[in-house]
């Protein structure tokens, strides 16, 4: 059942919007990427570290607990 819808789904342009990968417009679907194949390329450059983002360790300790329910 959901083999085929990935490709059927019209990907809707948003503009002004260029993917950051290629340059080309970026799709609603996508955004900020024109597609699946750019969006996987920028996730896959987080997994290999090009993006260094300095993460601070989160004590679970000390999160907030939410005592609503
Ligand atoms: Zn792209």
New binding site residues.
């Given amino acids: 059942m959901s083999e085929t819808t990935e490709e059927s789904v019209i990907d809707i342009p948003v503009a002004g919007h260029k993917?950051p990968?290629?340059g080309?417009e970026a799709v609603q679907r996508y955004k900020p990427?024109?597609?699946k194949r750019?969006a996987d390329i920028d996730l896959n450059r987080w997994f290999t570290g090009v993006y260094n983002i300095p993460a601070e360790p989160v004590d679970p300790e000390k999160l907030p607990t939410k005592e609503e329910e």
């Fill in positions: 993917c990968i290629c080309c990427f024109c597609s750019c």
